[in-house]
């Protein structure tokens, strides 16, 4: 079993449309989850980043984690064409090497 | 947040030579991380560099394939030696400060023939 699992997609939706990406990871110890957006041939940019359980919020990006069911969650809210990009999830602990993980990437295409 | 820029952006070389890529901070920062992506593949952590001490290496990547430099806080650069086209992938580098989250240089996309 992979330590963080992601569905690769593709995702379509139209314009406008909430969409929900989600993750689920297999380690209790990982404490720090991260939200990355990939576009086509550039690096991946932090897009949110939350310690603990429960839902943060910043513009039309929701992050949601459930420690629990070791589930995490990003919503996009109005989705735009500029919004199809790769979305990696990850999670990380401060135990020892800081090291993250990465999902494999879920690419959403917003269709205008 | 950090800026991070790499060099080169891209590359081709041929089989059996090495190619020494570049990362460069804006600001000084405790870890820098050097990472691997395959098409279509998540990002595959190489090893961890800090300031002043030697490279962390993950399972199946040694020093002497990919050496790695950290002479400072805002700087270090990673070797892909010997290289075979096995090796073409988008190398990435990203800095972090402990707890802190990483953010990531552009990539250098290397193509080896």
């Known amino acids: 079993q992979k330590e963080v699992e992601q569905d690769p997609g593709p995702l379509s939706v139209p314009e406008g449309a909430i969409v929900s990406l989600n993750c689920t990871y297999s380690?209790?110890?990982?404490?720090?989850f991260m939200w990355y957006r990939q576009y086509s041939r550039k690096g991946p940019e932090l897009l949110m980043y939350?310690?603990?359980?429960g839902n943060k919020e910043d513009g039309r990006f929701t992050a949601q984690v459930d420690k629990s069911s070791k589930y995490i969650s990003l919503f996009i809210r109005d989705s735009q064409p500029s919004d199809s990009a790769t979305y990696l999830c990850?999670?990380?602990?401060?135990?020892?090497?800081?090291?993250?993980?990465f999902g494999t990437g879920t690419r959403l295409k917003v269709l205008a | 947040s950090a800026v991070i820029s790499q060099k080169p952006s891209r590359d081709i070389c041929q089989r059996g030579t090495s190619l020494t890529i570049q990362c460069q901070v804006d600001?000084?920062?405790?870890?820098m991380f050097w990472y691997r992506q395959q098409p279509g593949q998540s990002l595959t952590l190489i090893a961890t560099?800090?300031?002043?001490?030697?490279?962390?290496?993950e399972s199946g990547f040694v020093i002497d394939k990919f050496p790695i430099s950290r002479p400072n806080l805002t700087f270090s650069t990673l070797t892909v030696s010997n290289m075979s086209p096995e090796d073409s992938s988008i190398y990435l580098c990203?800095?972090?400060?402990?707890?802190?989250?990483?953010?990531f240089g552009p990539g250098t996309r290397l193509t080896v023939l």
């Open positions: 600001s000084q920062v405790t870890m």
């Open positions: 990203s800095a972090g400060q402990g707890t802190d989250t990483q953010y």
């Open positions: 939350t310690y603990s359980s």
């Open positions: 990850a999670t990380g602990t401060t135990s020892g090497t800081y090291k993250y993980i």
């Open positions: 560099a800090n300031q002043g001490s030697e490279a962390t290496y």
């Open positions: 380690n209790s110890a990982f404490q720090y």
